[in-house]
């Protein structure tokens, strides 16, 4: 994965989580996380790791992810790994 900037990456993630949340419309920020953005429950949020795992060619450890508060975050995350 080329370096993506932190705008580039939550470009990537907005459709993702439209799909997995069924929220055409949604709009998830840096500052999103599971009790502000509807229908982010702990199944859900599965499906979300699993694709970004595959949208992005990444694998997360489980110690990475439970250190994750919200969509910035991750998306800090992300950028370390395409480095």
Do not use: C, Y
């Not at 599965?46 to 992810?65: H, N, R, T």
Request: aromatic residues 4%; without cysteine.
């Amino acid at each position: 994965m080329s370096k993506l900037t932190p705008e580039q990456i939550l470009a990537e993630l907005q459709p993702i989580f439209r799909e997995v949340l069924e929220d055409p419309k949604l709009v998830v920020d840096m500052h999103s996380n599971a009790s502000t953005t509807p229908n982010w429950d702990s199944l859900a949020h599965i499906d979300l790791i699993e694709m970004i795992e595959q949208q992005f060619k990444v694998k997360f450890a489980l110690g990475e992810l439970q250190d994750l508060k919200n969509v910035g975050d991750l998306v800090t995350l992300l950028a370390q790994k395409s480095q």
